[in-house]
């Protein structure tokens, strides 16, 4: 997480991958196990920005599956 000014809140969160930093590189894996890959990577995605915390704001709580 970094503090920019142009941000409304001052805070912005991004998350990145090292594509070729793993022993089979991405781009080397089968398209299932690409897709298998980017589907948990998404899905650890709100997870991760939901724990993080700012002075000015609480962290997120989790949402239920019903909603």
């Known amino acids: ?11 912005r ?8 930093s793993e022993s089979a590189h991405f781009f080397e894996r089968s398209k299932v196990s690409q897709m298998q890959w980017l589907e948990n990577f998404l899905r650890e995605c ?3 920005a939901r ?8 962290p997120i709580l989790e949402e239920s599956e019903e909603d």
């Open 46 to 48: 709100p997870a991760m």
């Open 13 to 20: 969160w991004r998350r990145g991958a090292e594509l070729a």
């Open 51 to 58: 724990s993080i915390e700012t002075p000015d704001w609480p």
């Open 1 to 11: 997480m970094t503090e920019e000014n142009w941000v409304p809140s001052r805070y």
